[in-house]
Structures are given as structure tokens and as C-alpha cells.
């Protein structure tokens, strides 16, 4: 009947949550960018078997941009991806990508939202002002509500700490 | 002695209530402030013929007043009186109670029992206050809550919150449900289920309405449900991110947190969805809005001196107005939740790599730390002030903690599987 179970603990609790490594940590060559085949069969095909997007060799294969914990910055690292993808926006105008901005899941939930809106407004300014136009991006947040990786440890947090790049249609 | 009145009302009914020479907020002789480590050694004697019920009244008296950590549980074995005539005083002084519990449970027709309860003060012989009440079977719980609060409220000069409600969000699996239970996490229940996140619930003034955030339509839309009905009305569903709903004091108005024009920024708007206004105007993150009690202030988190600080404003603030700074120690203070008083705030301190639940003194801004946990979230205020109840982590698992006010005390809600997060303590109900 009841599911909740009142327990009083007195005295002040030192509540340590376990630090627990999960080995499960998903591989960055899967999850949101999983939506079309390796083959690229849900874009056309260019003459070397790969859609330019897809082609694993090709800078517009990585999609996702990681931060420092509380950071909405680009790192250089992630600058020439997102270049690159602004100018394939820029030079297919029917393309369109929606920036998923994600937190890990310590702090605030509100403001881990905010936090992830940052980083696709942040991804957004520098598509625009690198030829991309406005119409053709959507910078929406998911805060810490939809994890990539689960577990209390740095390497599921900075998994999570990211904006995915998504075209429409793939 | 008492009058026995059939009633067909799903409702208390006090049909009598006696006083006897002493005021609302009659105190022991024993002073519990001042640390709160001291506290009151009551003896709570089984009420008469209660074994015949499905739910034993004293059992939820004793939890209710031990959860709150301003009491001392006195073991009553042996001893049984029921009424004032049959106490022998001397055996209880000898136990160590200062207060003494006594009373009778008589089952009447159509569902119905007649609760008699009297608290008795040992040192003066004398009763302090008393109840009788006849409530429907099914209502037990409540009725016990009810003569907790009275019994709190006689010692200790507080109100009592054992009558009042929470609300948390319970994930398990992929299911989110929006869930209410009594302060205890009995007679839980969802308001609302699905398959999408939920956050950032908050109850109306009153208690009918609880606002909160869902993902429902794969964007974080603010919605208000009517508790009774469980009709729902979407009030903040602009372009890009609606979250963050925080009530007036009046009932009227929420702040809310959009992206609208761009960034995350507090507004303001009518509860049923008209009359938008921007309230905060800075290139940073403004979020997590909440009333201050008079409903002149907001106070709020925002990153626009670098790092996730609380901030003040007036709800009158007009486009030259600078909100005023009102954290220092470290670089991580978000998540604000005035007192009832509005003299304090609670909020998610980071501290050495630990977010901690701390409350700042607003007139002499000085912080206390109130917990050790690794993640906790949402500091939700009791209405008298007394506790504070936040989300935080225990195994990995997510659960409840409710810390008092000087970090004495602290109590545990978990479930048997899945997370509890976003609590949020609902208001005190006049009675009727």
C-alpha cells in the first residue's frame, strides 16, 4: 500500500552517495547521431560511397561539441567542426539542424536548463556568423534530463556536457 | 460529555473542542531553543480500543512529533490511562514526561469514529488542550496529523506542518510521474504521468494548483493543474524554453524563465497565461525565480558575475533597476527558497566538490551549511520554517531528505524502486 517509507535518522547523516565507475559508458560514435546507417543511405550518396556528412573520414562526421563543467564556451578543439558545419548549412540552404544543448547531472536542474541553452545559443552564433542562416537553426535545451551516459563519475559527466548537432531528416 | 452527531461530510468535524484554563500557545516548563538539542520527553499512552482500527492513531501522533526532532518518546508500557481521572501523575514524572498523551477511540456507526484525545502538562497536573472529533474510518491518518499539529503547536508556540502536503517527481524506469502524498509520504498519489521529463513543480498559494515543467512536446513547457479536477492549462508555452514557475503570494501572478528573446531571462505573467512582462534584462543566465512572503522581491540564480550567484529585485523593477548581489561564499549558490518569514533563504551551496544545502540570513548575509551530501537539489521550505526538505543521492539512488533548520535533525523519504527528486513542501490549509 505504501511505497514510501518514512525512515528518521537523527543526529546530523553524513548521506556520501557511492562513487560507483560503470564501465557502460556509451561510444561518442553512437547515440544521437545514430539516426542513419554508416552508409549514409538516408542522404545521397556522393561518388565516394559517402554522403559528405556521414563520410567518417569527413570533419562533418563528428557532431557533438563537449565543455568544461559550468562552461558555455567552444573550446578550439570543436571550432573548425562547427565551422564546417556552418558551411554546409551556408551552401545547402534546404538543410537544417536542431542543437541540442545537454548538462551533466550535478546542480540545479533549472539551472542546468539554462546551462544547455547557453551551449546551443553559444554553437548557434558561431554557425550564423560563419555563413549559416538563422531560419536553418533551432537551439533548443534538454538540460540534465536526457543523459548519454549514466553513472556519478567524470567520465559519464563530461559525456553529457554537450551540444549535438542534428540535421533534419537523418 | 460529548455530543454524538452523525455526519455525512468526507471531512474532519470537530464536534467539540475544550480548552481548559490555559491560552492557544501554552508552553511546559522546559525550554527546547537554543540549539534544539534539547527536547521534550512525551509519553503517548494508546488510545482506548484504537487496536480495533485499521490504523492506530498514537502510532502516527509519535512519528509525526519524533520526525520532527523537538521531542522525546517516553515508553508508556505498563501504564494505561484514558482518562484525566485515572493519571497518577507521580508515575510519569518518575519516566521523565513532561507531557503526557491520553485519550479514546469509539467506533460508531456508518464508518465513523469518535477520537477523544487531552494533552496533559505533568509538572501543573492539568490539561493543556484537547480534542474531540469524529472522522470517517478512511480519514484516520489525517486526524491523527491533525492532533499532532495540535499537540506541536501547544508545546512548542509553532504551527504544526504534519497536516500539510508534498510534492515530488517519481521516475522508474522511463516513466515520470508528478506525485503527491502527505507530509509523511503516505497517501501518495500521481496528478499526472508520462513518459517525458517533469520538473520544477510548485504549489499555488492555496494549495489547489501545483504548477511545474514537462518535456511532453520534446521542449520544456510551463503548465498549472488543478489539483481536484486535474485540469491543466499550459501558461508559458513560447518559442524556445518555458520553465521555472514560481507563484506570488497572492496567487495572481508566476514568474516564469523563457528564452524568448534570446538567453534564459525571468518574467512575469498572469497565472491564467495573459500579461507577459520581462522582469530581469541581463546577457546571463536568470533563473529559478521565487517570491519573497510580502511579494515585493523575486530573488533569483544568475550567472552574470561569472559564476552561478543569487540575486534580489524588485518585482517592480523597471529596466534601469540593478539586481542586488546577495551570495559571496563560492562560486556555485543556486536554487533559492525563501523562509515563511522571508528573513532566510535556503539554497544549493557547492562546497568542496559537495552541493550542500545551506540557508543565508538575509539582514546579516551570514550562511550555514546545513548538510554533508554529495548532490543535493531543490531546498523546499516547510511553512513554519521549522525543516527543509531537498532532493538528494543515497547509493545511487534518488530520495528525499528533510534537514531542520539548525542542521540538527534530518529524516529520509525513499521509495522501494525508482528516484524522488524535485520536492517541493505545500502550504499551510486553514481549517475549515
Same mark, same amino acid.
Given at each position: 500500500?505504501?511505497?514510501?517509507?518514512?525512515?528518521l535518522?537523527?543526529?546530523l547523516?553524513?548521506?556520501c552517495?557511492?562513487?560507483?565507475?560503470?564501465?557502460d559508458?556509451?561510444?561518442?560514435?553512437?547515440?544521437?547521431?545514430?539516426g542513419?546507417?554508416?552508409?549514409?543511405s538516408?542522404?545521397?550518396?556522393?561518388?565516394?560511397?559517402?554522403?559528405?556528412?556521414?563520410?567518417?573520414?569527413?570533419?562533418?562526421?563528428?557532431?557533438?561539441?563537449f565543455?568544461?563543467?559550468?562552461?558555455?564556451?567552444?573550446?578550439?578543439?570543436?571550432r573548425?567542426?562547427?565551422?564546417?558545419?556552418?558551411?554546409?548549412?551556408?551552401?545547402?540552404?534546404?538543410?537544417?539542424?536542431?542543437?541540442?544543448?545537454?548538462?551533466?547531472?550535478?546542480?540545479?536542474?533549472?539551472?542546468?536548463?539554462?546551462l544547455?541553452?547557453?551551449?546551443?545559443?553559444?554553437?548557434?552564433?558561431?554557425?550564423?556568423?560563419?555563413?549559416?542562416?538563422?531560419?536553418q537553426?533551432?537551439?533548443?535545451?534538454?538540460?540534465?534530463?536526457k543523459?548519454?551516459?549514466?553513472?556519478?563519475?567524470?567520465?559519464?559527466?563530461?559525456?553529457?556536457?554537450?551540444?549535438?548537432?542534428?540535421?533534419?531528416?537523418? | 460529555?460529548?455530543?454524538?452527531?452523525?455526519?455525512q461530510?468526507?471531512c474532519?468535524?470537530?464536534?467539540?473542542?475544550?480548552? +481548559?484554563?490555559?491560552?492557544?500557545?501554552?508552553?511546559?516548563?522546559?525550554?527546547?531553543?537554543?540549539?534544539?538539542t534539547?527536547?521534550?520527553?512525551?509519553?503517548?499512552?494508546?488510545?482506548?480500543?484504537?487496536n480495533?482500527?485499521?490504523?492506530?492513531v498514537?502510532?502516527?501522533?509519535?512519528?509525526?512529533?519524533?520526525?520532527?526532532?523537538?521531542?522525546?518518546?517516553?515508553?508508556?508500557?505498563?501504564?494505561?490511562?484514558?482518562?484525566?481521572?485515572e493519571? +497518577?501523575?507521580s508515575?510519569?514524572?518518575?519516566?521523565g514526561?513532561?507531557?503526557?498523551?491520553?485519550?479514546?477511540?469509539i467506533?460508531?456507526?456508518?464508518?465513523?469514529v469518535?477520537?477523544?484525545?487531552?494533552?496533559?502538562?505533568?509538572?501543573?497536573?492539568?490539561?493543556?488542550?484537547?480534542?474531540?472529533?469524529?472522522?470517517?474510518?478512511?480519514q484516520?491518518?489525517?486526524?491523527?496529523?491533525?492532533?499532532?499539529?495540535?499537540?506541536?503547536?501547544?508545546?512548542?508556540?509553532?504551527?504544526?506542518?504534519?497536516?500539510?502536503?508534498?510534492?515530488?517527481?517519481?521516475?522508474?524506469?522511463?516513466?515520470?510521474?508528478?506525485?503527491i502524498?502527505?507530509?509523511?509520504?503516505?497517501n501518495?498519489?500521481?496528478?499526472?504521468?508520462y513518459?517525458?521529463?517533469?520538473?520544477?513543480?510548485?504549489?499555488?498559494p492555496d494549495?489547489?494548483q501545483?504548477?511545474?515543467v514537462s518535456?511532453?512536446?520534446?521542449?520544456? +513547457?510551463?503548465?498549472?493543474?488543478?489539483?481536484?479536477?486535474?485540469?491543466?492549462?499550459?501558461?508559458?508555452n513560447f518559442?524556445?524554453?518555458n520553465s521555472?514557475?514560481?507563484?506570488?503570494?497572492?496567487?495572481?501572478?508566476?514568474?516564469?524563465?523563457?528564452?524568448?528573446?534570446?538567453?534564459s531571462q525571468?518574467?512575469?505573467?498572469?497565472?491564467?497565461?495573459?500579461?507577459?512582462?520581462?522582469?530581469?534584462?541581463?546577457?546571463?543566465?536568470?533563473?529559478e525565480?521565487?517570491?519573497?512572503?510580502?511579494?515585493?522581491?523575486i530573488?533569483?540564480?544568475?550567472?552574470?558575475?561569472?559564476?552561478p550567484?543569487?540575486?534580489?529585485i524588485?518585482?517592480?523593477?523597471?529596466?534601469?533597476?540593478?539586481?542586488?548581489?546577495l551570495?559571496?561564499e563560492?562560486?556555485y549558490?543556486?536554487s533559492?527558497?525563501?523562509?515563511?518569514?522571508?528573513?532566510?533563504f535556503?539554497?544549493?551551496?557547492r562546497?568542496?566538490?559537495?552541493f550542500?544545502?545551506? +540557508?543565508?540570513?538575509?539582514a546579516?548575509?551570514?550562511?550555514?551549511?546545513?548538510?554533508?551530501?554529495?548532490?543535493?537539489?531543490?531546498?523546499?521550505?516547510a511553512?513554519?520554517?521549522?525543516m527543509?526538505?531537498?532532493?538528494?543521492?543515497?547509493?545511487?539512488?534518488?530520495?528525499?531528505?528533510?534537514?531542520?533548520?539548525?542542521?540538527?535533525?534530518?529524516?529520509?523519504?525513499?521509495?522501494?524502486?525508482?528516484?524522488?527528486?524535485?520536492?517541493?513542501?505545500?502550504?499551510?490549509?486553514?481549517?475549515?
Open positions: 500500500m505504501k511505497t514510501i517509507a518514512g525512515i535518522i537523527i543526529g547523516l553524513s548521506a552517495a557511492s562513487q560507483t565507475t560503470q564501465p559508458v556509451e561510444d561518442r560514435s553512437t547515440g544521437a547521431d545514430s542513419y546507417g554508416a552508409d549514409g538516408a542522404l545521397d550518396s556522393g561518388g565516394t560511397g559517402f554522403h559528405p556528412l556521414n563520410d567518417p573520414n569527413s570533419i562533418l562526421s563528428q557532431r557533438s561539441v565543455y568544461d563543467f559550468d562552461s558555455y564556451t567552444v573550446n578550439h578543439d570543436y573548425p567542426m562547427v565551422i564546417a558545419h556552418a558551411q554546409y548549412l551556408r551552401d545547402n540552404p534546404n538543410a537544417q539542424v536542431i542543437l541540442q544543448g545537454n548538462t551533466d547531472e550535478r546542480g540545479s536542474r533549472e539551472y542546468n536548463l539554462a544547455g541553452q547557453r551551449r546551443a545559443d553559444g554553437v548557434k552564433n558561431i554557425m550564423t556568423l560563419s555563413g549559416a542562416r538563422e531560419s537553426i533551432e537551439a533548443v535545451s534538454l538540460g540534465e534530463e543523459p548519454r551516459a549514466y553513472g556519478s563519475n567524470e567520465s559519464a559527466w563530461s559525456e553529457n556536457r554537450r551540444t549535438d548537432i542534428l540535421y533534419r531528416g537523418e | 460529555m460529548s455530543t454524538h452527531s452523525r455526519t461530510f468526507y474532519l468535524l470537530t464536534v467539540l473542542l475544550w480548552l +481548559v484554563c490555559t491560552p492557544l500557545h501554552a508552553r511546559l516548563n522546559i525550554e527546547i531553543f537554543g540549539g534544539g534539547e527536547r521534550i520527553p512525551i509519553a503517548i499512552v494508546p488510545f482506548a480500543d484504537e480495533r482500527l485499521q490504523q492506530r498514537t502510532d502516527v501522533v509519535a512519528a509525526d512529533l519524533q520526525r520532527s526532532g523537538l521531542f522525546r518518546l517516553i515508553d508508556p508500557t505498563g501504564l494505561s490511562p484514558y482518562a484525566p481521572a493519571v +497518577v501523575y508515575d510519569w514524572t518518575n519516566r514526561a513532561s507531557a503526557l498523551v491520553i485519550g479514546r477511540t467506533l460508531m456507526p456508518g464508518g465513523q469518535e477520537i477523544q484525545f487531552r494533552l496533559m502538562d505533568v509538572a501543573k497536573q492539568a490539561q493543556l488542550t484537547g480534542l474531540a472529533t469524529v472522522v470517517p474510518i478512511t484516520l491518518r489525517a486526524a491523527a496529523h491533525r492532533i499532532a499539529d495540535i499537540i506541536y503547536e501547544a508545546l512548542t508556540g509553532e504551527v504544526g506542518v504534519f497536516s500539510t502536503r508534498i510534492a515530488y517527481v517519481l521516475k522508474q524506469g522511463n516513466k515520470y510521474a508528478l506525485q502524498a502527505d507530509s509523511d509520504g503516505y501518495e498519489h500521481s496528478i499526472i504521468e513518459t517525458e521529463p517533469i520538473i520544477s513543480p510548485t504549489w499555488s494549495g489547489s501545483i504548477a511545474y518535456f511532453e512536446n520534446k521542449k520544456p +513547457v510551463v503548465y498549472v493543474q488543478t489539483i481536484a479536477t486535474r485540469q491543466r492549462k499550459a501558461v508559458a518559442a524556445g524554453s521555472a514557475p514560481a507563484w506570488s503570494p497572492d496567487g495572481k501572478t508566476l514568474a516564469v524563465v523563457l528564452s524568448l528573446h534570446g538567453g525571468i518574467y512575469l505573467i498572469n497565472a491564467d497565461g495573459s500579461g507577459l512582462r520581462r522582469l530581469t534584462r541581463s546577457s546571463g543566465i536568470d533563473t525565480p521565487n517570491f519573497s512572503p510580502d511579494g515585493r522581491h530573488i533569483f540564480t544568475s550567472d552574470r558575475g561569472g559564476s550567484q543569487i540575486y534580489r524588485p518585482v517592480s523593477a523597471t529596466e534601469s533597476t540593478t539586481a542586488e548581489r551570495t559571496f563560492g562560486n549558490n543556486v533559492p527558497d525563501f523562509s515563511h518569514d522571508g528573513k532566510s535556503a539554497f544549493i551551496h562546497h568542496q566538490g559537495r550542500t544545502v545551506a +540557508v543565508q540570513d538575509i546579516t548575509r551570514q550562511v550555514q551549511i546545513l548538510t554533508n551530501s554529495q548532490f543535493d537539489e531543490s531546498p523546499s521550505f511553512p513554519n520554517g521549522r527543509i526538505l531537498h532532493a538528494t543521492e543515497i547509493g545511487g539512488r534518488g530520495i528525499l531528505s528533510a534537514v531542520s533548520r539548525d542542521g540538527q535533525t534530518r529524516q529520509h523519504l525513499s521509495v522501494q524502486t525508482g528516484d524522488i527528486r524535485e520536492p517541493a513542501w505545500g502550504p499551510l490549509l486553514k481549517q475549515k
